[in-house]
């Protein structure tokens, strides 16, 4: 008599980390400019966020509480039209809209700086204080060592 799994249990060797994505890949937002290559960020975004171009227009309205058409949108999404740059607070509403972090990434990643969630901070920062920590020990371990163990 065999009994039959349980599927509400979950089997720990089926466990995967999830997949993090923070930035764009390098090849989908290659441009010779810096313009060109937000044009392809906003329109890598607006083909991966699961959402249609006129739902994301109809989001970013309601955050700005000022019209964002298609057309727009598109204008935004086009290398070509070098004339119509999407402003901070349409590129916020943006982010609202589609929820992509790689939008903020793509704008800190040139000053070496990353994004990350505010959950992170607090581990973020232990793992810095463990790092002072060790070099701090490093130092008095050299300073004992040069005061040949007095101390």
Same mark, same amino acid.
């Not at 799994?5 to 720990?12: A, F």
């Given at each position: 008599?065999?009994?039959? %799994?349980?599927?509400?249990?979950?089997?720990?060797?089926? +466990?995967?980390?999830?997949?993090? #994505?923070?930035?764009?890949?390098?090849?989908?937002?290659?441009?010779?400019?810096?313009? /060109?290559?937000?044009?392809?960020?906003?329109?890598?975004?607006?083909? *991966?966020?699961?959402?249609?171009? %006129?739902?994301?227009?109809? &989001?970013?309205?309601?955050?700005?509480?000022?019209? #964002?058409?298609?057309?727009?949108?598109?204008?935004?999404?086009?290398?070509?039209?070098?004339?119509?740059?999407?402003?901070? %607070?349409?590129?916020?509403?943006?982010?609202? @809209?589609?929820?992509?972090?790689?939008? #903020?990434? /793509?704008? !800190? =990643? %040139?000053?070496? +700086? @990353? #994004?990350? *969630?505010?959950?992170?901070?607090? =581990?973020?920062?232990?793992? !810095?204080?463990? &790092?002072?920590?060790? &070099?701090?020990?490093?130092? *008095?371990?050299?300073?004992?060592?040069?005061?040949?163990?007095? /101390?």
């Amino acid at each position: 008599m065999s009994r039959k %799994p349980d599927i509400r249990q979950l089997s720990l060797l089926d +466990w995967e980390p999830p997949v993090i #994505v923070t930035a764009y890949d390098p090849a989908q937002v290659r441009g010779n400019t810096y313009e /060109f290559s937000l044009c392809r960020a906003i329109s890598v975004t607006l083909t *991966e966020c699961g959402r249609t171009r %006129p739902e994301v227009a109809s &989001e970013m309205s309601d955050i700005l509480g000022k019209t #964002v058409t298609v057309n727009m949108l598109n204008a935004y999404a086009s290398g070509q039209r070098e004339d119509h740059q999407i402003s901070v %607070p349409r590129f916020n509403a943006l982010i609202g @809209a589609t929820g992509d972090m790689r939008l #903020v990434e /793509f704008l !800190a =990643a %040139p000053r070496g +700086w @990353a #994004v990350i *969630e505010r959950r992170y901070l607090k =581990a973020i920062e232990l793992a !810095a204080v463990a &790092e002072k920590k060790k &070099e701090l020990t490093r130092m *008095e371990m050299g300073l004992r060592r040069q005061m040949g163990g007095r /101390f």
